[in-house]
């Protein structure tokens, strides 16, 4: 039976304006289960809030009503500093565009993940070069990262996201700004990690192309789900594909 | 997240903005530099004007004058009782009389004081011949050179020649109960000795001159301590004596208490040009932390501690303060010395004795380089709080 790693109950989140005057409400009630291995696509339309549901689950918000837990723990029950080293341990997070320490080269950056768990300098670098390699990023490592275009740049957040090897990936809109080539590096790389390597990824998107990718895709409108399906186009290709391999 | 780490991170965001930091931290160098010179000038007037009235050993001797003294008088008596005292090592007495020399043939006579004194008086009194050699034995003087322009001697020819002395004893040394001054005429003296004095006309003399001509009483005697830290001790005994004491470490006291007052505003001047560096390093943290605010989401949406995040910038603001004061402490003493060495090449050309007008103490170093790291922690606590304060989310958002 899958392991339920995330659960999302009865999830309500509200915003309230600094003049205090007006409140949104962009969660409405949500309810989600994802499990281990998972390949989750959140989609919907802009302001949905799909953003805000990841934020949720890393642990970046605080819900307004209902909880979030994360392998069964409560993650309304830690404090700010409790909840940041479950995201330095658990999450790899990829976001649409990418962000930089200034001062850090390319390795540096990507290094830092494994400097706020307690690495050494020389250390984190050694590893983080490593994972350069893996995405194919390695002769980029003295680079400044502004210095790249913004596929290499997303392949160096990538980096950033897998070095502390997570077991959860977030990843937010993250070939929002790609052109089709790097956009398809970057999901072959997402696949890759969760079907070899068994990372769980919940990405959020609004490109329903990539939906035949999810194991399980989840539409929103509205603050709330509207559509919760296991992923059967995924399934249905992945056995048309076997089948023609034994035909082959 | 390890020390290690975070200072190397604190250093490399210094260095990227590498004019910035410069600047700012030159701010620092100059206002630590400035109250180093300032207050090192401080210290070596203080040095110089009570080198002027004293030195070290000065400060293991006491004086008991006698003018202060109601009922006693100070006799061989009262010797014995304070040499006996515990710590003293040495008790000298002093008279100091009215005198008319001259010299036999020449017609020519001065009046002068007669200073009469054992011979371990002259050290302790800093009394030394410029020419020949100190009054040590029976029949011995020297003469100073005032006393020589009166008579219109040649300090060169006068060492070896026999002068006259006609003493002026009164009463209040002797013991033999008259009340007018006691005339000895035509005492011969050889002279042994100059010294530099040019002000007032000095002869001096064994003290045993005096023992013989009926003068049994002493002005005041001078006392040696075996330690300084033994005179508070010593003062209190001999007070219980009923001697009254003078010490050139009160004088001394009363001399640094002015030059701390001095001290202090020189380093107000200091501190002014150090609180407008901090002012300077101030903003420039808080622009630092305006640029970064993104870099401080990213942080935070990766897992970074608050903690953490203080510890950046404060190490930040540390590393201005601590370079700051080493640089600033380097510069305040280059002055100092340029100007000391200055000094030293025009005194060798006037062929006068070398002088320290800056002297630094270490502890003052340590206590400016200390002071120079806390004004840089000072100036990154409020930026490194804003720091904390900032929401990952809206700081991701930031433009």
Request: glycine share 8%; aromatic share 6%; with cysteine.
């Amino acid at each position: 039976m899958e392991k339920e790693i995330i659960k999302i109950d009865g999830l309500f989140k509200e915003f309230i304006s600094q003049d205090k005057s007006t409140k949104t409400e962009v969660l409405k009630g949500i309810n989600v289960s994802i499990n281990e291995g998972d390949f989750v696509v959140i989609y919907g339309p802009s302001g949905c809030g799909k953003s805000t549901l990841l934020n949720h689950i890393v642990g970046l918000e605080t819900p307004t009503k209902g909880n979030v837990y994360l392998y069964e723990k409560n993650m309304n029950t830690l404090n700010a500093a409790q909840r940041a080293k479950v995201r330095s341990s658990k999450f790899g997070i990829v976001y649409q565009q990418s962000y930089w320490a200034k001062a850090l080269n390319v390795v540096e950056n990507v290094a830092v993940p494994l400097m706020i768990v307690g690495s050494g300098y020389k250390d984190s670098l050694f590893k983080a070069q490593a994972i350069l390699g893996e995405v194919e990023m390695g002769q980029y490592a003295e680079k400044w990262p502004l210095q790249l275009s913004g596929g290499e740049q997303q392949r160096i957040g990538l980096a950033r996201a897998l070095v502390n090897n997570p077991s959860i990936i977030v990843a937010d809109e993250p070939t929002g700004n790609l052109d089709t080539h790097s956009a398809d590096y970057v999901m072959d790389l997402l696949q890759k990690l969760n079907k070899i390597y068994k990372r769980t990824v919940i990405m959020v998107t609004h490109n329903l192309a990539y939906l035949p990718l999810a194991t399980k895709t989840i539409a929103m409108l509205d603050g709330r789900i509207v559509s919760e399906k296991k992923g059967e186009l995924r399934a249905q290709l992945e056995g048309e594909l076997k089948n023609l391999e034994k035909m082959i | 997240m390890k020390l290690k780490v975070i200072v190397r991170l604190s250093l490399k965001n210094l260095w990227v903005k590498k004019s910035r930091t410069i600047i700012t931290t030159l701010g620092i160098v100059i206002g630590i530099g400035s109250i180093i010179f300032l207050v090192s000038l401080g210290y070596g007037l203080e040095r110089l004007v009570t080198s002027q009235v004293t030195n070290f050993e000065a400060f293991t001797i006491l004086d008991i004058p006698s003018a202060n003294l109601k009922t006693l008088k100070i006799d061989q008596s009262v010797i014995d009782k304070t040499s006996a005292l515990p710590h003293v090592q040495t008790v000298v007495p002093v008279d100091s009389i009215a005198g008319r020399l001259g010299r036999d043939g020449t017609g020519t006579s001065a009046e002068t004081v007669v200073v009469a004194a054992g011979k371990d008086y002259w050290p302790m009194a800093s009394i030394s011949a410029d020419k020949g050699s100190l009054p040590l034995a029976d029949g011995q003087a020297m003469i100073n050179r005032a006393a020589l322009k009166l008579l219109g001697e040649n300090e060169d020819q006068v060492i070896g020649q026999t002068m006259d002395l006609d003493l002026l004893i009164p009463a209040e040394i002797r013991s033999d109960n008259a009340d007018s001054v006691k005339t000895v005429e035509k005492v011969p003296l050889k002279i042994v000795g100059v010294e530099k004095d040019e002000q007032s006309p000095i002869i001096y003399v064994p003290i045993s001159l005096l023992n013989k001509n009926g003068a049994d009483k002493f002005i005041s005697l001078k006392l040696k301590a075996d330690t300084k830290e033994s005179i508070p001790e010593l003062r209190k005994q001999l007070e219980n004596l009923g001697l009254s004491t003078e010490y050139v470490g009160d004088t001394v006291d009363q001399i640094s208490q002015v030059f701390v007052l001095f001290r202090i505003v020189l380093a107000i001047f200091g501190l002014i040009a150090l609180l407008v560096a901090a002012l300077g390093t101030f903003n420039t943290l808080t622009i630092n932390l305006l640029e970064r605010i993104r870099e401080i989401g990213l942080f935070k949406a990766l897992g970074m501690q608050n903690a953490d995040i203080y510890k950046l910038f404060v190490t930040e603001s540390f590393l201005i303060g601590a370079f700051g004061g080493f640089f600033g402490i380097i510069l305040g003493l280059l002055m100092a010395t340029a100007i000391n060495a200055l000094l030293a090449v025009f005194a060798s050309k006037a062929g006068a004795d070398t002088i320290n007008l800056f002297v630094t103490p270490w502890t003052l170093e340590l206590v400016v380089g200390l002071f120079s790291i806390l004004v840089g922690l000072a100036t990154g606590l409020y930026p490194a709080y804003r720091a904390i304060k900032i929401n990952a989310l809206d700081a991701l958002k930031y433009e």
